[in-house]
């Protein structure tokens, strides 16, 4: 009884928070909500994640965001992408399998016409990027080295609204999450769990920041000024 009492509240929350989305700090473009599943043993894998991996001990599954990393799914497809990430456990993917059976996510897919949906509340923990998932907000884009022009578009809409919300500091690609190795805001408690990632590709990530120079976002602290 206590367990699902806790779940049809922690449920509440996660409703309560859709709603207030679409009213509060509306932004001047459509976010349309698709919900993956965040049950009580997704969530109780979130904190085991955030205190294993990350060193980091709370009650809720949620992060305070200080970076958006953006992907790609490497799936063609809206709906492949979307069942991939919808199941609670990981399926196979051995690599990643060791170190948490938490399947990965993000709060936000961004199909190739462009349109984006949410799939989490902003700010609840998701496992996409190795050492920054305490602290950063993912958007995955379907596709692979072949993303829109219509996908930059949107991935600019988004950052911009995800920086009037929050206090976003850094917008990275997931290819250059290791250049935070060693930096304050690196949290891996093992230095081996490395995995080698191309996404979104240096070319996309040029054309996002160029739209959004006005931000003055910082990017990996290993680029050349």
């Known amino acids: 009884m206590a367990i699902l009492t806790r779940r049809i509240l922690f449920n509440s929350y996660l409703l309560g928070f859709f709603l207030l989305s679409a009213c509060a700090s509306a932004p001047t ?10 049950d009580e043993e997704r969530k109780q894998l979130s904190l085991e994640y955030l205190k294993q991996r990350h060193g980091i001990q709370q009650d809720e599954p949620y992060i305070k965001p200080k970076m958006i990393v953006l992907h790609w ?50 700010t609840t923990f998701a496992r996409h990027c190795i050492g920054l998932n305490y602290c950063a907000i993912g958007v995955e884009n ?37 250049d935070f190795i060693g930096t304050p805001l690196w949290k891996e408690t093992d230095p081996n769990y490395l995995t080698a990632k191309t996404d979104p590709g240096k070319r996309f990530m040029r054309k996002v920041r160029k739209e959004l120079k006005d931000l003055n976002l910082k990017g990996s602290p290993r680029a050349t000024p």
């Open 73 to 122: 799914t490497a799936i063609p497809t809206l709906e492949s992408s979307f069942d991939a990430f919808n199941p609670t456990l990981l399926p196979g993917r051995p690599n990643l399998a060791s170190a948490s059976r938490l399947n990965v996510s993000v709060p936000f897919l961004v199909d190739r016409d462009g349109t984006i949906f949410r799939l989490l509340p902003d």
């Open 29 to 38: 473009f459509r976010i349309i909500d698709k919900p993956i599943i965040f």
């Open 142 to 178: 379907i596709g692979n080295n072949d993303l829109t022009k219509a996908q930059v578009k949107a991935n600019v809409k988004l950052v911009r609204y995800l920086k009037r919300r929050y206090d976003i500091e850094y917008l990275i690609g997931h290819h250059e999450y290791k």
